[in-house]
């Protein structure tokens, strides 16, 4: 007998996460996510809104430094379609790499329909626009010109390369406020307009909260620690999980 009144639609169930910030160093965290992967098993999908690893500096030179991270990837997505966007310390990440394993990449903003309810998902740097010099950076580090050009480069001075730009964005965030590195609200607006009834949803800042506004609610996901992450799961209602 079937119930009297079946849903339209069979409830899917959907993980979201964000900036784990993987790394080789980073042993108990990489078994966190290996724990959250066997979770994931039985979603239908997972979307990563960027930073999954702490660093990507070419398909080639990152790819067989996190062989374990890619192998959870490639069964996971065996079972579930998982979907990748990059942040702003994976964007070297390439379609035919994430395609290969056995996900997919995507753009940011990536429009969510489900359950009857809209989601933007995005990383979230790019709606810090206090922060002009870090957007200045982006633009210049994320330009198809740059990036053809640094993949391009001799591993070794990829490496080494990396690491000044790293010290510098370091030493740049010791003299920034912390308002200067949080969404601008007028940013976060000028998006949604184009999403009237969506909510939504990012990482990037590290500020796990939820803020309920006028028109949509905008959810951040929150940055993966050594001992704890965080996910939002979407069924027929959206819920914050604790990954421990
Ligand atoms: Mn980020």
Known sequence: ???????????QQILIIADLHLANDKEQKNHLFAQFCQQAHSADQVFILGDLFNT????????????????????????TQVFIMTGNRDF?????????????????????ETAGQQYVLTHGDELCTDDTAYQRMKSILQHPITKAIFVRLAK???LQLSGQLRQKSLKAQQNKTRAIMNVNPEAVNQLMKK????????GHTHRLNT?????????????????QGNAIEITQHLNRLEIR
């Open 1 to 11: 007998m079937s119930p009297a009144n079946p849903p339209a639609h069979p409830i």
């Open 56 to 79: 990507w500096l070419g398909d080639d030179l990152s790819a067989p430094h996190y062989a374990h991270i890619i192998s959870l990837l490639k069964t996971l997505g065996q079972k």
């Open 92 to 112: 070297l990440l390439t379609p035919k790499f994430v395609h290969q394993i056995g996900c997919q990449l995507i753009d940011s903003p990536y429009l969510l």
């Open 156 to 158: 070794k001075w990829r």
């Open 195 to 202: 999403y009237p009834n969506a909510d939504l949803i990012h």
């Open 211 to 227: 803020h309920i506004g006028q028109t949509f609610t905008r959810y951040v996901l929150g940055d993966w620690s050594q001992t």
